[in-house]
Nanobody
Framework: QVHLVESGGGTVQNGGSLKLSCAVS????????LAWFRQAPGKGRDRREG??????????SYLRSVKGRFTISQDNANSTLYLQMDSLKPEDTATYYC??????????????????????WGQGTQVTVSS
């Protein structure tokens, strides 16, 4: 079973940058697809929105509002997933979660659909952007 641990969150000013990391274990055979989701303050778990996803070919997808500002990547061993966030805005304030699923999450991000119910999640890392 895959295990996910996020880190790198914090508080930054409008226009600042942060890089999130997600340590991934239990995915040495690459049978899980990875993505970043976020949950805005006051919204429930069922309102988590996909921010960025990556598939086994390295193809990526982004939420329209973050395209050009955020970059998803993973290391060669696929043991760490990253989210570089630049030009941060107050509306990016949320708890960011690493997600893993048995299907590609690119479509879920592009179509703003929730992650599959059998997805795996990390504990989340808080990102706060002050105006």
């Amino acid at each position: 079973q895959v295990h996910l641990v996020e880190s790198g969150g914090g508080t930054v000013q409008n226009g600042g940058s942060l890089k999130l990391s997600c340590a991934v274990s239990g995915n040495s055979d690459n049978k899980y697809y990875l993505a970043w989701f976020r949950q805005a303050p006051g919204k429930g778990r069922d309102r988590r929105e996909g921010v960025a996803a990556i598939d086994s070919t390295g193809g990526t997808s982004y939420l329209r509002s973050v395209k050009g500002r955020f970059t998803i990547s993973q290391d060669n061993a696929n043991s760490t997933l990253y989210l570089q966030m630049d030009s941060l805005k107050p509306e990016d304030t949320a708890t960011y979660y690493c997600a893993a699923a048995h299907v590609s999450l690119r479509w879920h991000v592009e179509q703003r659909f929730p992650a599959p119910t059998n997805s795996y999640w990390g504990q989340g890392t808080q990102v706060t952007v002050s105006s």
